[in-house]
């Protein structure tokens, strides 16, 4: 069962921008902080964005100032706005739950990939 889809990602130039969309379940979405968390080859995944669900943001310091998270409660999705964007954040984008105390993570879905080169 896919609950979690990720797409918007594709090949740019240093600069450039990208937004990133997830649509996710309800099961999922309802009530959760969501994140966006990247994977680049032979790095851990790392949390780079999230929104509460009253719309309360945060971010890694590598992106603040370039990206931005949001959602829409109504559909249910989630979206990561890029810009500025640099070769290190080449990686691959995942969109899920933060997950609170005693939670876990929903299924991964598959990402969708993000690569910034010149």
């Known amino acids: 069962q896919v609950q979690l889809v990720e797409s918007g990602g594709g090949l740019v130039q240093p600069g450039g921008s990208l937004r990133l969309s997830c649509a996710a379940s309800g099961i999922i979405f309802s009530g959760n902080a969501m994140g966006w968390y990247r994977q680049a080859p032979g790095k851990q995944r790392q949390l780079v964005a999230s929104?509460?669900?009253?719309?309360?943001?945060s971010y890694v310091d590598s992106v603040k100032g370039r990206f931005t998270i949001s959602r829409d409660n109504a559909k249910n999705t989630v979206s990561l706005q890029m810009n500025s964007l640099k070769p290190e954040d080449t990686a691959v984008y995942f969109c899920n739950r933060v997950p609170r105390s005693g939670q876990s993570f929903a299924s991964w879905g598959q990402g969708t990939q993000v690569t910034v080169s010149s």
């Open positions: 929104i509460t669900s009253g719309g309360t943001t």
